[in-house]
C-alpha cells in the first residue's frame, strides 16, 4: 500500500500555468487568481473605474500585510493550526473526492425498495462448517454445494412445490429451509437483496451464491410498505415469568376488562397511566412509533399494523409477557426521501453498499485518469485464488513473485504484486469465497489508486480548491491575531488600533505592486 501511493504521487506532475503575480508582499509572490478569486466575492469592485480598483488594491495589500505578520511570528507553526488546517483540507477533499450524484441515486434505489415489502421461501446451503468457521472457502468447497442446490432447482423446475422440496431436506447436513414474513433492505447480504427485490410474486431463483453459501428463493408476495405508525399501549402483565393456566386466564380476563372501559373512555391516555403494567411507557401515554421493520414482539407489529383508522382500539392479543391493547394514534404511510436519505447512507458505508455509493465516483475517475484493466493478469490471480484463499501465506508469497501489470492509470503501471501486497495489509471485506474475497479487495485497491490520482490532482485542476483552502488558510491565521489587537478592545478604540497597525505593518514589509498586470483586468 504505501509501496502504491509513493509510486503514485512520484508520477503526478503539476501542470504549469500561466498565473501572473499581481503583488508581492514581505517577499511572496501573489498570483492574480487569488486575487481575482477574493474580488468576485467583493461585488462593490469595478475594474473599470480607477478609484475603485485603487481602494480594493489598498484592502487587498493590507490583508496580506496582516498574513505576513502572523507568518513572520510563526503561527502557521503552532500544532493547533496545523491541526485545524489539516481537518478542513481533509474536509474540503471529501467534497471533490466524491459523487454526490451518484451517492444519491444509489441512496434511492434502497428507498423504492422500501416501498414494496417482499415475503419469501428459502433453501439455503451453507458452506462446510470447517472452512466457513475460518472464512475461507475455496471454489473445491463450493463447486459440490452448488451442484447440490442446482440438482434441488431443477427438481423445483420439474414440477416438485418449493414448500415439500424444503420441508424435505430439514435433516440434510449444511441445508436449511425457512420462510421470512418480510424482508427489508440490509437484511440480507448485498448479491441477496438485489436478487430477491428484483422478482416478482410467483418468481423461483436458482442458486444464487452469498458469503454463506448458495440460497434458492420463492417469492410469495410483496405488499405495499405500510409506513410508520404511532400507537399507544396497554399491558396486561402475567404475574410471574411461567403462568400457570389460571394466572393466563386471571391476566386475559383482566385485559378484556381495560377494553371494555377504553372503548367508551375519552382519555386513553389516563387509563394507560392508571391501568397499564408497562410503567416505562406508561408515563408517556403509552406512545411506540414504529414501522414495520423494528425490532418489536412480532405480535405488536402484527395487531398494530392491522388498525385501519385513527383510534381505532385493538382487542386483547397475547404475547409471551402478558395480554396487550392499542390505541392507534397516527399513521404515515409513505415517509418522504429526505426524511430517510440520512439514515439510508450511514447504513450503506459499513457495509458492502459502499460499492454502490462510490460506483459512479469510481467510474468517472477510470474515464479521467485513463484507467486500463488487464484481464489475463488478473485471470492468474484468480487461478492461484482456486488453489489458495487470499489470506493463505502461499497465496501471498507465490503472488509477490507475479509481476505482469494488473492496472494502468495515466500512464503508471500497477504490477499484480502490488496488489498482493495492497491485499495483505488491507484485506477488510464481508466474503468468505476466495474469489468473491478477491473481487471486493481488487474495488478497494482501484478506488484507492484512482481517489489518489485525484487528490494529487486537485490543485491542478481545480483553481477553486487552492483558492479555498488559501482562504481558509489566511483567515484562520488572522483571527486570533486580528482579535488580540483589535477586536477585543474597546470599540471607540477599534478604528485607531487599526490604523496604527496597519501604518506599522507597510513600514516593516515591502510591498510591490504589478500596475501592469493589475490595469490589464476589464471586468471579473
Do not use: C
Amino acid at each position: 500500500m504505501l509501496f502504491m501511493m509513493v509510486a503514485v504521487i512520484a508520477t503526478l506532475e503539476a501542470k504549469e500555468k500561466k498565473d501572473p503575480v499581481v503583488m508581492t508582499v514581505a517577499g511572496k509572490d501573489v498570483p492574480l487568481s487569488e486575487f481575482l478569486y477574493t474580488a468576485k466575492k467583493d461585488n462593490s469592485v469595478d475594474f473599470k473605474n480607477k478609484k475603485a480598483v485603487e481602494g480594493y488594491v489598498e484592502l487587498f495589500k493590507n490583508f496580506k500585510l496582516k498574513v505576513a505578520d502572523a507568518e513572520a511570528m510563526l503561527l502557521h507553526e503552532t500544532p493547533r493550526f496545523a491541526s485545524e488546517l489539516e481537518s478542513y483540507s481533509l474536509q474540503l477533499q471529501a467534497s471533490y473526492l466524491t459523487d454526490k450524484r451518484g451517492e444519491d441515486s444509489a441512496v434511492l434505489v434502497i428507498y423504492e425498495r422500501e416501498k414494496n415489502i417482499p415475503g419469501l421461501k428459502e433453501i439455503y446451503f451453507s458452506y462446510p462448517e470447517e472452512r466457513y468457521l475460518v472464512r475461507q472457502v475455496l471454489t473445491k468447497d463450493t463447486l459440490a454445494l452448488y451442484l447440490k442446490a442446482d440438482t434441488v432447482f431443477q427438481r423445483i423446475k420439474n414440477g416438485e412445490s418449493f414448500e415439500e422440496v424444503g420441508e424435505s431436506l430439514v435433516n440434510e447436513p449444511n441445508v436449511k429451509y425457512a420462510s421470512r414474513e418480510y424482508v427489508f433492505p440490509f437484511q440480507l447480504p448485498r448479491e441477496l437483496e438485489e436478487k430477491v427485490f428484483d422478482m416478482e410474486p410467483g418468481d423461483i431463483s436458482g442458486p444464487v451464491r452469498s458469503r454463506y453459501g448458495f440460497h434458492l428463493f420463492k417469492l410469495d408476495r410483496k405488499i405495499p410498505n405500510p409506513g410508520r405508525i404511532r400507537v399507544a399501549h396497554i399491558l396486561s402483565a402475567y404475574p410471574s415469568e411461567n403462568p400457570s393456566d389460571e394466572e393466563i386466564e386471571e391476566t386475559r380476563l383482566r385485559a378484556e376488562e381495560i377494553y371494555q372501559k377504553a372503548i367508551v373512555s375519552d382519555d386513553f391516555a389516563q387509563l394507560v397511566l392508571e391501568m397499564s403494567d408497562d410503567s416505562v411507557n406508561a408515563k408517556r401515554g403509552g406512545l411506540l412509533e414504529f414501522e414495520l421493520e423494528t425490532n418489536l414482539l412480532e405480535p405488536i407489529k402484527k395487531e398494530g399494523f392491522a388498525l385501519e383508522n385513527i383510534g381505532d382500539i385493538s382487542k386483547p392479543f397475547q404475547s409471551r409477557y402478558g395480554f396487550h391493547l392499542l390505541k392507534l394514534v397516527d399513521r404515515i404511510t409513505e415517509i418522504p426521501f429526505e426524511e430517510k436519505q440520512s439514515n439510508i447512507y450511514e447504513r450503506m458505508r459499513p457495509t458492502d453498499g459502499i460499492i454502490d455509493l462510490y460506483h459512479t465516483f469510481v467510474e468517472r475517475m477510470k474515464v479521467r485518469h485513463g484507467y486500463v484493466f488487464y484481464p489475463e493478469a488478473y485471470e492468474e490471480l484468480e487461478r492461484l485464488a482456486d488453489e489458495y484463499h487470499p489470506l493463505d501465506s502461499n497465496f501471498i508469497n507465490r503472488g509477490m513473485e507475479l509481476e505482469k501489470t494488473l492496472v494502468r492509470v495515466d500512464t503508471l503501471d500497477f504490477p499484480q504484486n502490488n496488489f498482493v501486497e495492497y491485499l495483505y495489509y488491507k484485506h477488510t471485506t464481508l466474503h468468505y469465497y476466495s474469489l468473491d474475497f478477491m473481487k471486493d479487495v481488487f474495488d478497494f485497491y482501484v478506488r484507492e489508486i484512482l481517489t489518489e490520482f485525484e487528490k494529487r490532482s486537485l490543485e491542478r485542476d481545480y483553481p477553486e480548491f487552492t483558492m479555498l483552502m488559501q482562504e481558509f488558510y489566511d483567515g484562520t491565521l488572522l483571527f486570533d491575531l486580528a482579535n488580540k489587537r483589535v477586536w477585543s478592545k474597546p470599540e471607540e478604540d477599534q478604528a485607531r488600533l487599526e490604523a496604527e497597525w496597519l501604518k506599522e505593518l507597510n513600514e516593516k514589509y515591502p510591498v510591490k505592486v504589478n500596475w501592469k498586470v493589475i490595469r490589464k483586468i476589464k471586468k471579473l
